[in-house]
């Protein structure tokens, strides 16, 4: 695994807003190593700068300096329209409150990244059901969010972050609205994913023994700097 | 994201805040009707005013005298009168070549003459006029009692007005009745013995009668276009006044002139063309072969040009209240940026490219400006019907003849459409940049 090239590198990013006067270092010079096929979680403190560190891997948000390179390419040199390309073919997100859209259904939610990314239509059924079956909700593909419980909702969120077969899966905050059963079932399910060889996943949590359980790496951050790096276990 | 992709998500966006979406595009729909039954009546008025002006014959009509012809309207001042030499009679030969000339429908003299009517025993002095077939659809037969002549050579009569009410006080009792036209026929004299310089004979003037049926009386004068020496009272199909050889006014001049009296001279001949375009060119033709001619000035262009800046005016004031449906959808997509911000991020962290999101919206806006373009050349459509059924049933009652104020031909319909969309995408354009510009962990985070 340590022969083939880092699925994520950081190399002194930081981040950091300007409100009025004052400066707020979201992140501050973090430099971090993810290597393909690993299940990294990121732990820390609400405003630790975790989510922050997250949308800059995902190429939702710019770094104020220093270089993020993902798969290889170095996103603080794409444009904006290579950014999105990035996030349709490259990584897959999960939120902490699922973002389905409440008015489609299933199969149309876990579509729309095929939609985005204009994969032909005779592809997609078949693609969504493979997607759906893989988190164990075929049977619901014509419900809305709506009428599914909270872990549901949160499989087909992974279901529709799987679909365009990325190569990293970013999840911030996965379990945050999902009792503990329910968290680790979920956990359990990206585990599971994570044996796709060549899958890398970078979850966000605060939820220390959950993270120690199922990931390989724990790194955790305090004030937008990146306290322990962690180690392979 | 492909088209069909886009106007899927665009259709289901716009269902979802149905009521909203429904009042902003009737708001385009009543914007684009009042635009269009605005431009409806510029256009039925226009085509209204042009048909009639066609139909008059007056301007796609040239007058042809000889060149000598000295009361004719070709005859000018005698500074410009050409020298008798070069003088061509206007004769049956003159007359078909003329026939035969590019664009030239229908020639036929003006035949007017003088005479006595017989009706009931008494006799009626009247001015008899010769009318082409083509007069039928000049439109000064219409609303006539009456019908037309049945066939060119029918043995029939129509009267106008008030030289029927001479005849009759009752004018619709003088339909089917009978009446004797009493003439002078022209015939002509063998050339004198002796005669060296080959002089035709002249011609003498026989008394004749002839009966026709009175089949329609006329409230407007047909035969008094220009040209003509007084208008025609009594009108009869003009093939059978050209058999009658009338003597008419010119006739005692053409004796003096060299043209035989057995071959029909015209002291003149109307020539009408396909269009009133055509008249300038036809004219110079008809000169060229040396003849005099006169027309009136293509009045059809200065119309053209009136109605060009009337639909103009009309056309400002119906999109003042598109203007205002325009103001309608930049707030509905505005206030739907509002709401859907969330949706927004969640479709940029998929991978939506800012084109993609601003395509969106675009084609929302265009989706409403086409529904809003259809239903409301539909809706202009029935106001422009409206307004001419209340306009008919006001002239019904002043005893007039219907007309079509208002018409909405298919450039109008695919216009009105066409401009509802381009005006709800320009609408578009701010909503869509700015959603177009949300950031994308802004607006995950938005509750």
Redesign the interface.
């Known amino acids: 695994m340590s022969e083939l090239p880092p699925a994520i590198r950081l190399e002194s990013v930081s981040r950091q807003y300007t409100m009025g006067e004052s400066v707020i270092r979201a992140v501050n010079d973090v430099s971090l190593t993810v290597p393909t096929g690993q299940f990294l979680a990121l732990l820390g403190s609400s405003g630790s700068g975790k989510s922050t560190l997250l949308n800059l891997i995902a190429g939702l948000d710019r770094p104020s300096s220093g270089s993020v390179v993902a798969q290889g390419q170095d996103l603080s040199k794409m444009s904006s329209l290579e950014l999105a390309r990035y996030r349709r073919q490259t990584v897959g997100m999960v939120f902490q409150s699922f973002n389905l859209l409440p008015r489609m259904t299933l199969e149309e939610n876990v579509e729309l990244p095929l939609r985005l990314a204009e994969v032909d239509r005779s592809e997609r059924a078949a693609r969504v059901r493979e997607a759906l079956q893989r988190v164990g909700l075929e049977k619901r593909i014509g419900h809305r969010p709506s009428e599914l419980s909270g872990g549901e909702q949160q499989r087909t969120a992974v279901a529709r972050a799987l679909v365009n077969r990325p190569k990293i899966l970013l999840a911030d905050e996965p379990t945050g609205n999902l009792d503990s059963a329910t968290g680790e079932s979920i956990l359990t399910l990206l585990r599971e994913i994570q044996k796709n060889p060549g899958m890398t996943i970078v979850m966000v949590t605060h939820e220390r023994a959950l993270a120690e359980r199922f990931a390989d790496r724990l790194a955790i951050m305090g004030d937008g700097k990146l306290l322990s790096n962690g180690a392979a276990r | 994201?492909?088209l069909r992709?886009l106007s899927d998500?665009a259709f289901?966006n716009l269902r979802?805040a149905v009521l909203r979406n429904s009042l902003t595009t009737l708001g385009v729909a009543v914007g684009v009707a009042s635009l269009v039954a605005m431009l409806s009546l510029g256009v039925g008025l226009q085509q209204l005013a042009t048909s009639r002006l066609a139909k008059s014959g007056l301007f796609d009509s040239i007058f042809v005298t000889p060149k000598t012809n000295l009361r004719g309207p070709g005859g000018g001042p005698p500074a410009t009168r050409t020298p008798a030499s070069k003088a061509r009679p206007l004769d049956a030969d003159a007359r078909a070549e003329i026939s035969r000339m590019p664009n030239v429908i229908e020639v036929y003299p003006q035949i007017r003459f003088f005479t006595e009517v017989r009706y009931d025993g008494k006799p009626y002095a009247t001015m008899v006029a010769g009318m082409p077939e083509s007069s039928k659809t000049s439109g000064a037969f219409d609303g006539m009692q009456g019908q037309f002549f049945s066939s060119p050579n029918a043995d029939e009569a129509i009267l106008q007005a008030e030289f029927a009410k001479e005849l009759s006080p009752q004018t619709s009792s003088l339909i089917g009745k009978d009446l004797i036209l009493r003439y002078a026929e022209r015939q002509s004299l063998a050339a004198q013995a002796g005669d060296s310089a080959g002089n035709p004979g002249g011609f003498s003037v026989v008394p004749k009668e002839k009966h026709f049926r009175i089949i329609g009386v006329v409230e407007t004068e047909p035969a008094s276009g220009f040209g003509g020496f007084g208008s025609g009272r009594l009108l009869i199909p003009l093939p059978i006044a050209e058999t009658l050889r009338a003597a008419q006014v010119n006739d005692l001049r053409d004796i003096l002139r060299d043209s035989s009296s057995d071959k029909p001279t015209y002291s003149s001949l109307t020539v009408r063309v396909k269009s009133p375009s055509l008249v300038e060119a036809t004219e110079t033709k008809l000169k060229d072969l040396g003849f005099s001619a006169f027309s009136l000035l293509d009045a059809s262009k200065s119309l053209r040009i009136f109605f060009s800046v009337f639909d103009l005016l009309l056309g400002i004031f119906g999109s003042l209240a598109l203007a205002v449906a325009t103001l309608g959808i930049i707030n509905t997509l505005v206030m739907a940026i509002l709401e859907r911000r969330?949706?927004i991020?969640?479709?940029?962290?998929?991978?939506?490219?800012?084109?993609?999101v601003k395509q969106l919206f675009f084609v929302e806006a265009g989706v409403m400006g086409l529904f809003g373009g259809v239903f409301g050349t539909l809706l202009g459509w029935l106001i422009g019907r409206s307004l001419t059924l209340g306009t008919n049933i006001y002239l019904h009652r002043q005893n007039l003849p219907g007309v079509d104020i208002s018409s909405v031909p298919w450039w109008l319909v695919l216009g009105g459409i066409g401009f509802a969309v381009l005006v709800s995408l320009a609408a578009g354009l701010y909503p869509a940049s700015r959603a177009a510009r949300l950031d994308?962990?802004q607006a995950?985070r938005y509750e």
Do not use: S, T, W
């Not at chain 2, 991020?345 to 993609?356: H, I, M, Q, S, Y």
């Open positions: 994201m492909k992709d998500l289901r979802e969330r949706e991020g969640v479709l940029k962290a998929l991978g939506a490219a800012d084109r993609d994308p962990v995950l």
